[in-house]
């Protein structure tokens, strides 16, 4: 593992952890299986909890892996990768949820991508937890290598850019849902539209009763939409420019419309999550 004199790495890869003793495992292994072996990762701690002995038990005992707490319990996924963006020693940085993991290759292939732009974004596999199965595949347009904020954002699931450090802005814990939505916009803002590499490298796990998944998750969604509108509306998020706010405003009401139609289809019998939902009525990439 090379390193520099000054102990610098390549990316940084910030894990927020809240009650994810039973899943951190396996989000760590897929970094110890990265074929790019220089990076680091910081582990937040949100629940006040010793990740660090739950991966000593399953043998990972890795100088690459620091670990941290949030200063609190439950401050929220945002505000806990925060705690880590000061600490960062790589020259690019991700992130990965304590319950999702990497293909191999993510890191050694989006990194000549993002050295060339700035930030670059992959795409995504939604997987169901508890069998393994895909549900769906996130993608753009054959071809495409370019692509702004407001189109990611309608792919309707969370994406997690390679971002150089000098370009990367704080994580919007003001947000409860759709802070991944702002973020884009903001990285969007400092890197222009975001290099998109047409692999599914991202394996975003779908487990019930998580917080997007939950049985109120229609409605939760529809009162995030309806405080970031407001907050964008009076000049709020000053990370992303006042032109990216507005432009914000009108992806917010098109996921939000989007939303309303997911609470309908619950309210006629659909009884699945969100993401099997737009397994549904979302066309796969050509």
């Known amino acids: 593992m090379a390193r520099t004199s000054d102990d610098t790495c390549t990316v940084t890869v910030v894990i927020p952890a809240f009650a994810a003793h039973d899943t951190i495992v396996r989000a760590v292994v897929s970094l110890l299986a990265q074929t790019l072996p220089d990076w680091e990762a910081i582990l937040v701690a949100d629940d006040g909890t010793d990740y660090a002995a739950t991966l000593a038990a399953a043998g990972i005992r890795d100088p690459r892996i620091r670990h941290v707490v949030s200063g609190g319990i439950a401050i929220g996924c945002a505000a806990a990768r925060n705690v880590a963006l000061p600490l960062a020693r790589g020259a690019f940085l991700t992130r990965l949820d304590a319950d999702d993991d990497f293909e191999p290759e993510r890191l050694a292939r989006l990194l000549p991508v993002a050295r060339s732009n700035g930030a670059a974004t992959d795409m995504v596999r939604v ?45 919007f814990a003001e947000a409860d849902i759709a802070e991944d939505v702002l973020h884009l916009f903001a990285v969007e803002d400092r890197a222009g539209p975001l290099a998109v590499l047409d692999e ?40 992303p420019s006042a032109a990216a706010r507005e432009r914000a405003r009108a992806v917010f009401a098109a996921k939000r419309a989007f939303n309303r139609r997911f609470a309908e289809a619950g309210a006629a019998g659909f009884t699945g999550d969100f993401q099997r939902w737009c397994a549904t009525v979302v066309t796969p990439p050509d």
Do not use: K
Request: glycine content about 12%.
């Open 127 to 171: 997987i169901d937890d508890a069998t393994g199965a895909e549900l769906r595949r996130v993608g753009l347009a054959a071809g495409t290598t370019r692509a702004d904020a407001a189109t990611l954002a309608m792919l309707h699931c969370p994406l997690a850019p390679l971002v150089a450090r000098g370009l990367a802005p704080a994580w």
């Open 200 to 239: 599914p490298l991202y394996r975003y796990r779908v487990r019930s009763g998580s917080m997007c998944h939950g049985r109120d998750g229609a409605e939760r969604a529809e009162r995030s939409y309806a405080a970031i509108d407001a907050e964008l509306a009076s000049g709020g998020f000053g990370r």
